[in-house]
């Protein structure tokens, strides 16, 4: 792969985002071309300064995916498309589904369609969700398990996801699903837990406040930035890819006081609070989860390299010299 993307042409949607610029910084150490696309929409996560250090590198398109006119120009030519633009908090979908349904489904079929007429060659990669499955039924769980999701978040990541393969099932666009679980990391946002949870964690820990563990018995597993960014670079060139859908996972799964614990331990200070678990939440709650990702291992040969304890060290780091960036 080290030679692969040299000089191939890259799009990727929510470029400015956590995971997006993450994996233009990697692209362009590679040799690509890289434009990023990002609506810059304050809730969603996008940052110039994700992109500090390779603004002058890339390509950057601020616009907004639900634009037809702007996906009709940005796909043409393009070699790679890696589609990780969209609204990632459950708790908005529940509030303003509509939103949601419009940049998670909706959208979907703006770039597709884009794509089917004016670059058919183009290779995807898509950003899935492991809350497609909802409340597990067994652990870990596999890219069989039933699919039931328990928010509209999930629900219209499900239908974005299945949109994608059906372009490749139909018309025979190059896809490949990823469904991520919890996605840890430089560049994150940490402002508040739309995101992720961790986020607000490591803010309050940095600010030297306490901060609130809701239930914490529940079992999570965490994909390092690093190792995500890698599995988005092998599903898109390796061809085997194509027309499958993958778990990502981590290097083991922990519950989430133990992982508040260990936070703390690799800061070296801070405090926390286990509190019930607010009602609202609770409804839509997966329980425990941790992803099978062997598929994906036995198929593409990627497995998480990073482990929780440096990934947390690593990101601390990272908040400790940037937050002023962030919060």
């Known amino acids: 792969m080290k030679n692969y993307y040299k000089n191939k042409k890259v799009l990727i949607t929510g470029g400015l985002g956590f995971l997006g610029s993450n994996l233009a910084i990697e692209l362009v150490g590679l040799g690509a071309k890289v434009v990023v696309i990002d609506s810059l929409i304050p809730e969603y996560g996008g940052n110039l300064f994700n992109v500090e250090g390779i603004a002058d590198k890339i390509k950057i398109n601020i616009s907004d995916v639900r634009d037809d006119h702007s996906m009709k120009y940005l796909v043409r030519g393009v070699d790679h498309l890696f589609n990780l633009a969209g609204q990632t908090s459950h708790m908005d979908s529940m509030s303003d589904p509509l939103a949601d349904l419009d940049i998670n489904a909706r ?25 497609i499955y909802g409340k ?5 769980v596999d890219e069989k398990h039933p699919l039931c999701p328990v928010d509209i978040n999930g629900v219209n990541k499900l239908a974005g996801e299945q949109y994608h393969m059906l372009y490749h099932r139909v018309y025979g666009i190059r896809v490949c699903v990823l469904r991520l679980t919890n996605t840890i990391g430089p560049r994150m946002r940490i402002k508040d837990s739309r995101q ?6 490591i803010r309050f820990l940095l600010e030297g406040k306490p ?10 597993d965490f994909t390092y930035s690093r190792d995500a960014t890698s599995a988005f670079l092998i599903a898109g060139s390796d061809k085997k890819a194509a027309g499958n859908i993958f778990n990502l996972g981590g290097d083991g799964s922990i519950k989430l006081k133990d992982l508040a614990e260990l936070l703390v331990a690799v800061n070296g200070e801070g405090s926390y609070k286990i509190k019930e678990f607010p009602a609202d939440r609770k409804k839509i709650d997966i329980d425990d989860y941790y992803a099978d990702h062997s598929k994906f291992t036995k198929q593409c040969r990627w497995k998480p390299k990073v482990r929780l304890k440096q990934a947390l060290k690593e990101t601390l780091d990272y908040y400790r010299e940037n937050a002023g960036n962030y919060i």
């Open 107 to 131: 959208a979907q079929l703006h770039i597709l369609e884009a794509c089917r007429k004016y670059n058919p060659g183009i290779s995807i990669v898509y950003a899935s969700t492991r809350q």
């Open 136 to 140: 597990p039924e067994y652990l870990p």
């Open 196 to 201: 992720t949870f961790l986020g607000i964690w």
């Open 211 to 220: 901060f609130e563990v809701w239930g914490g018995d529940q079992i999570r």
